[in-house]
T-cell receptor, first 112, second 118 residues
Framework: EDKVVQSPLSLVVHEGDTVTLNCSYE??????LLWYKQEKKAPTFLFML????IEKKSGRLSSILDKKELSSILNITATQTGDSAIYLC????????????FGKGTLLTVNP | GAVVSQHPSWVICKSGTSVKIECRSL??????MFWYRQFPKQSLMLMAT?????????EQGVEKDKFLINHASLTLSTLTVTSAHPEDSSFYIC??????????????FGPGTRLLVL
């Protein structure tokens, strides 16, 4: 069974700090790893990673996949209070399993 | 990114009534759609997976006669909560994914529907 573990589960920082969120996984057939941000509504898509070592970037957010280490990180630089949310890592195992496997999420709180 | 819409965003209904929630992929063809349920401060729970034109596959413990799913076209799926009861009150979220190999293979979520059954 595919498995996704995120750490830390919860993180409190001050505005302007840089944070790194971790996601490790176990999978039979890797297809892609996705990061989502969830505030009060449904998750919004951040990144999809399929290749190891290639950084994806969007503004202050970036993410990279390490297939050797079976892990991914999500970096947020110069955090703002609007970054406060739950960040979800999800694994798409492909093959006959078309379901996303979600981690429990990291609750990030950015204080002013 | 691709857009998935959900309607309605809020529903309040009386116990015993049926509620239909629509999910549409607005700018891509969703070969697979997913329905999730989320209780406060809990993770997303997958209820069922549906492929266009075929019957939905329900997760263990989800009653298919209670949560009817129809995926009639590549852009529309509906979830009907039949004979709703207060314990069905929850946040229902649909998600859509395009065909394998497409840019839309990424899975996008709709904004969710909050259901309150009185």
């Amino acid at each position: 069974e595919d498995k996704v573990v995120q750490s830390p589960l919860s993180l409190v920082v001050h505005e302007g700090d840089t944070v790194t969120l971790n996601c490790s996984y176990e999978v039979t057939n890797f297809r892609s790893l996705l990061w989502y941000k969830q505030e009060k509504k449904a998750p919004t898509f951040l990144f999809m990673l399929t290749s190891s070592g290639i950084e994806k970037k969007s503004g202050r957010l970036s993410s990279i996949l390490d297939k050797k280490e079976l892990s991914s990180i999500l970096n947020i630089t110069a955090t703002q209070t609007g970054d406060s949310a739950i960040y979800l890592c999800a694994l798409f195992g492909g093959g006959s399993n078309y379901k996303l496997t979600f981690g429990k999420g990291t609750l990030l709180t950015v204080n002013p | 990114g691709a857009v998935v819409s959900q309607h309605p965003s809020w529903v309040i209904c009386k116990s015993g009534t049926s509620v239909k929630i629509e999910c549409r992929s607005l700018d891509f063809q969703a070969t697979t759609m997913f329905w999730y349920r989320q209780f406060p401060k809990q993770s997303l729970m997958l209820m069922a997976t549906s492929n266009e034109g075929s019957k939905a596959t329900y997760e263990q413990g989800v009653e298919k006669d209670k949560f009817l799913i129809n995926h009639a076209s590549l852009t529309l799926s509906t979830l009907t909560v039949t004979s709703a009861h207060p314990e069905d009150s929850s946040f229902y979220i649909c998600s859509a994914r395009g065909a394998a190999g497409d840019a839309q293979e990424t899975q996008y979520f709709g904004p969710g529907t909050r259901l309150l059954v009185l």
